[in-house]
Every structure is written in C-alpha cells, then in structure tokens.
C-alpha cells in the first residue's frame, strides 16, 4: 500500500510529502505522516536520496520537444529538501526500530556523500552547474596562461 497524493486538478499521484502537484503546481492535501508506512519511508527515502544532486526532469504523455511544454523538472534544492525530510521521519522512527535505523544509516551516509562531492558544493547543490562552473574556470585559467604566454 502507498500513500500518493492524488492531484484534484490533473489527476497525478504525487510524493505524499509534497505540497504542491508536480506535474500542475496545484496544492495538495496535507498527508498524516503516521499514516506513511515505514517501508514506504524507506522507498521513498531511497528515492529522493538518489536523485540529490542533480535537477530531475520527467517527460509526460503530452511532452513537446519543440516547446519542450510537458517536461517536469524539480529543482536539485527541492529534491535535497524532500530528501531531507524523510531522512528526519525515518531517523525519528528509528529511534524504536533496528531495521529503520539500520536502513537510516545507510542512505543517511549516501546522502552525506553525495553532498560532500566538490562539483555539489561548487553547484550550490547542483552537481551539473559546478561542473559546467569548473569547466569555465578551467577554460579561463588556460586561456589567460595562453593570453601570457604570447
Ligand atoms: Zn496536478
């Protein structure tokens, strides 16, 4: 059993701990985050976790590649966000549970990891910014070496 949130408004399942509809940007019903099965916090947490670091787009149905219309993207910040709050209720449910607490701590250290990469950090959260960041600069560096050279 999974607890999404439907869209009133496009009819989409949503992450339950979402506030407004990806897809449409319309509100969502507060979800009681008892009610979020402990698997499903794991899941979920797995998820996100492993989208941190990176902007996630989504295509749909109706996606246009001329308009590019139709293409969900959620901003790496909203991920690491969303990734931070499971990471919260499961270490609050871990408290009581071995196996939640075990499951925690792994995905507590991939999260962990994954923000301690140097592209992320030069991105601002953003791992494929810092890379094109870096590469600017390097580019930069090379050129003014070359500039001085002459
Ligand atoms: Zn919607």
Do not use: H
């Not at 506030?19 to 009610?35: A, G, H, M, R």
Request: glycine share 8%; charged share 20%; hydrophobic share 40%.
């Amino acid at each position: 059993m999974s607890t999404t949130k439907n869209c009133k408004n496009c009819g989409a399942d949503n992450d339950p701990l979402l506030s407004n509809c990806i897809f449409c940007k319309t509100p969502l019903p507060e979800v009681d985050i008892n009610s979020i099965s402990n698997e499903e916090l794991i899941l979920n947490a797995g998820e996100w976790v492993g989208k941190v670091g990176n902007d996630f787009e989504q295509m749909t149905e109706n996606f246009n590649a001329w308009t590019g219309k139709g293409m969900i993207v959620i901003s790496a910040n909203q991920i690491e966000g969303l990734a931070q709050k499971y990471l919260s209720l499961l270490q609050v449910r871990s408290l009581s549970n071995q196996q939640l607490l075990m499951a925690y701590q792994d995905l507590k250290k991939e999260f962990d990891q994954k923000r301690s990469n140097i592209f992320y950090k030069i991105g601002g959260g953003n791992k494929k910014k810092g890379m094109v960041f870096s590469f600017l600069i390097v580019f930069f560096i090379i050129f003014l070496i070359g500039m001085l050279s002459i």
